[in-house]
């Protein structure tokens, strides 16, 4: 339980110093990166060993909360996210740049484009016989591109068991809900379909999450795609499930509000 309630305490921290940066720069994702913060504080506080594998952020416009979970987990300095982000000459924009800080591997923001470079790390640590497992975090919305289909395949097909999807399912993409664009519909069912190893957990509750990706490292010879079902905008009721925060900044009463809700006031 103490894990638990370490994991909690890390992804609130994650929401906390998002709110804050995009607060102060008027810029960034909040919704997205309050989505996918429990998501971050399980990868970082329990599962990736830095020193052998990798994240990838496909979904980059949820760079803010992967800034704020690298910094928190000692990837750098977490002065620098009051120093560098969107700052002019500084390196840590909206979306991530390839090298710009520990821990960032790849450049992100065209959707649809991460699962296939996982799927090149995977192949290529395999053939060199490296100890490495490769993690894509993807946007359902992102779902609509083919290539992540494609990828899909593709994992399945060289039997890429070093690589886990994760697909942050919120059901809210920057022009409405998913069921008003495409409707992907269970995901769970579409993606296991292609012959992933899929499990569907509560994206939002660390245990579930730290068992899922317990299980995806049993699993041999297959891939494995963590459907974890969340809500946009996550720990303020001001942000959740509304399309206005995919891409907008908290004025002062939304700061005071989020600040109430997340237990710091």
Not at 4 to 12: P, Q, R, S, V
Not at 19 to 45: Q, R
Not at 55 to 75: D, F, N, P, Q
Not at 127 to 151: F, H, L, T
Request: aromatic share 10%.
């Amino acid at each position: 339980m103490e894990k638990i309630t370490e994991l909690e305490k890390l992804a609130k921290t994650i929401r906390l110093d998002v709110l804050k940066m995009t607060y102060e720069k008027k810029t960034g994702f909040i919704g997205t990166a309050f989505s996918c913060a429990d998501i971050l504080a399980v990868l970082y506080g329990d599962v990736v060993r830095a020193e052998h594998d990798i994240v990838i952020m496909s979904k980059g416009h949820g760079a803010v909360g992967w800034y704020a979970a690298l910094a928190e987990t000692g990837y750098f300095d977490k002065a620098k996210l009051d120093s560098e982000f969107n700052v002019s000459g500084y390196k840590m924009g909206v979306h991530p740049k390839r090298n710009a800080y520990p821990g960032i591997y790849t450049s992100s923001g065209s959707l649809g484009q991460g699962e296939g470079l996982g799927c090149g790390v995977a192949l290529a640590s395999r053939i060199q016989n490296k100890d490495r497992r490769v993690y894509v975090i993807m946007g359902d919305g992102e779902c609509n591109e083919g290539s992540v289909w494609e990828a899909f395949m593709f994992a399945k097909r060289y039997k890429l068991d070093n690589l886990v999807f994760i697909i942050d399912r919120n059901k809210l993409q920057s022009y409405g809900h998913d069921s008003d664009v495409l409707n992907l519909d269970n995901m769970t069912e579409k993606v296991a379909s292609f012959g992933l190893n899929t499990i569907e957990v509560d994206g939002h509750n660390v245990e579930e999450l730290c068992r899922a990706f317990g299980q995806a490292e049993l699993i041999k010879d297959v891939p494995t795609c963590i459907v974890a079902n969340t809500i946009k905008g996550k720990g303020c009721s001001v942000f959740e499930d509304k399309v206005l925060w995919h891409y907008k900044w908290p004025e002062k009463e939304h700061l005071e509000q989020a600040l109430l809700e997340l237990g710091e006031v």
